[in-house]
């Protein structure tokens, strides 16, 4: 047995090894195979029978195993070429409510095309570069389905495919116009100084940052929101001489509050829903699975994970009074700018 292998977990299944029907142990090792002119390093899961010894021939692997290790060894392959794997393929298509078959018509493609892309088949660099497109740009996906129209041989399915993709175009089109007026706020902040931690706003990565907590915190809300960002920011600065996501904070009465907070609230990727509670409107910060948002590195988690863990078991009220206590707090004024450079006296 592979000493890099990892026990996943036991099934009751027959043995084609043995020939009996037992628990068999479901595991994961890293192998390598070549793909085309590149060697890669892939997550294998395959079978062991425990009725054997480990110096017989224990190791087997079902049909439907065997294609999902070859699919993930393409997919290391696509990603070290910056090619889009099977599950983002997937997600374009989805987007946009399409089966494999409607999307290869929609490109203009053979029928099955999407549906080997998805499997089994590597794209080559022409049509990848055409999928990112249509997925970046709905008008653009508009345009490929009109084009492509005689492909659809239904064409009530066809209408409501052409309903659905005028829809999104307007959802995108708002969508630009909030991260336009959330970024249109940060114009006198372009210098990169303590007052936005020498970096420019980074609305990617503020989403990342955003949904990780909201699935960390079942209960958050939007003031509660706003002071872990800050600290986020904050510590960042503090540990590797930058903010995480380039916001600006401002002295409000609640406490640090991010310049273009409401423009904030209004972007796609935050699912916010209006709760009412003392005949008082809050917003709960849900979070959004659904939308693909750029992924953070191990030494970002670690920051915003030291920040949640410290503030898990506080209530709104609790965390704007800790925050009120904050030397920056006393030391600066109602709408003016804390400085990061505050962050080296900070509470954490």
Known sequence: MSNNSILLEKELRECPICGKEHEIEKRKR???IKIKDLIVNYDEIYYICTNVSDDEDNEFVSAGMMDRNLLEAKDVYRKEKGLLTSKEIKQIRKKYGLTQAEFSFLLGLGE??????????????????????????????????????????????YEKIEENIKRIVVQDAE???????????????????????????DIPKLEAVINYIA?????????KLMKLLWYIDMLYYKKYGKSLTGLVYIHQKLGALPVGFEELMKLKSIDVKEEVKDESTIYHILPNNDYKVEKLSKQEKDV?????????????????????????????????????????NMNI
């Open 215 to 223: 699935n960390k915190n079942k209960k958050l809300y939007k003031v």
């Open 30 to 32: 890293i192998e390598q």
């Open 304 to 344: 915003i994970d030291t920040i949640i863990n410290k503030f898990k078991d506080f209530n709104t009220n609790q965390i704007v009074e800790y925050m009120h206590n904050e030397k920056v707090y006393k030391e600066t004024n109602q709408t003016q700018v804390i400085d990061y450079s505050y962050a080296k």
């Open 112 to 157: 099955v095309t999407i549906t080997r892309y998805e499997k089994k088949l590597i794209q080559d660099e022409t049509y990848d570069k055409i999928m990112r497109l249509v997925y970046e740009d709905s008008l653009l996906a508009l345009d490929y389905l009109k084009e492509n129209k005689d492909k659809f041989k239904n064409e009530q399915r």
């Open 175 to 201: 969508e630009y116009f909030n991260k336009k007026e959330l970024m249109s706020k940060y114009v006198n902040f372009e210098n990169k100084n303590t007052m936005n931690g020498f970096k420019n706003i």
